[in-house]
């Protein structure tokens, strides 16, 4: 596996959540992700870019 890709525990680590709300945050289609067949695999540039907008949003309610 690339650096530049994750799995589910990788990505779960890299944001400092648990799987589990990391499998619920793709249930709900609320971050982008990409599969491999049957696995879930996430693109670190679009974990960093999906972190981005979430701290825009928040801002934006301030």
Do not use: C
């Amino acid at each position: 596996m690339n650096s530049d890709h994750f799995d589910i525990d990788q990505a779960a680590k890299f944001l400092n959540v648990k799987v589990s709300r990391l499998r619920t945050a793709i249930l709900r289609k609320e971050i982008p992700y990409f599969k491999v067949g049957r696995l879930v695999r996430f693109h670190k540039h679009d974990l960093e870019k999906w972190i981005d907008d979430l701290r825009r949003q928040t801002q934006k309610k301030f």
